[in-house]
């Protein structure tokens, strides 16, 4: 039972501390004033749920791709409900989700490697490792998040 309490007081940080960058990044974006709340709600709704699946078990990527998929569904709701476009709200909701740890190891491992003499294979393998998860994090979220859209407008076409 403490555990479930944990994990929810957890998951409920997660989801304030990202719905924060969320609104910020909307705000960079000029996403008008009464759809920041919803910006927010998607943002801590992915970030947390990608959050819950990396708890469960799951590699980043696929979590990170169920979690760019579920705030498609989301932002396709708000934005029929607003009559808004779909990607106001989704762009800035995932950026919270973009890998950039993974991306900075890359990056710190890679000059390192340039500025050594001799190859080293720990280093290498750094920058691969760490390039690749960064690629597969960002390709999960692009593709998890058109996936919906695609979906449903393909969908809709066709009734």
């Known amino acids: 039972m403490e555990q479930i309490i944990a994990l929810v007081f ?4 997660d989801a304030l501390f990202s ?7 909307a705000m960079v974006f000029n996403v008008p004033k ?12 992915g970030h947390s749920s990608r959050t819950l699946l990396l ?3 799951l590699p980043i990527e696929w979590a990170t791709f169920s979690a760019a998929a579920l705030v498609g569904l989301i932002t396709i709701g708000f934005a029929k409900r607003h009559l808004a476009p779909p990607l106001m709200y989704a762009v800035a909701a995932i950026i919270p989700m973009v890998p950039g740890t993974y991306a900075f190891n890359t990056v710190i491992a890679l000059v390192q490697l ?17 390039g690749l998860k960064t690629v597969f994090i960002l ?6 998040l058109a996936m919906p859209g695609l979906l449903y407008f393909r969908s809709r076409s066709i009734i």
Request: glycine share 10%; charged share 5%.
């Open 114 to 130: 340039t500025a050594q003499s001799e190859n080293s294979p720990e280093l290498t393998f750094q920058v691969i490792s760490n």
């Open 34 to 45: 009464r759809f920041l709340p919803y910006c927010a709600l998607a943002g801590a709704i």
């Open 19 to 25: 719905a924060i960058p969320a609104v910020g990044f």
């Open 55 to 57: 708890y469960i078990g």
């Open 139 to 144: 390709g999960a979220l692009s593709v998890g």
């Open 10 to 13: 957890s998951l409920l940080n």
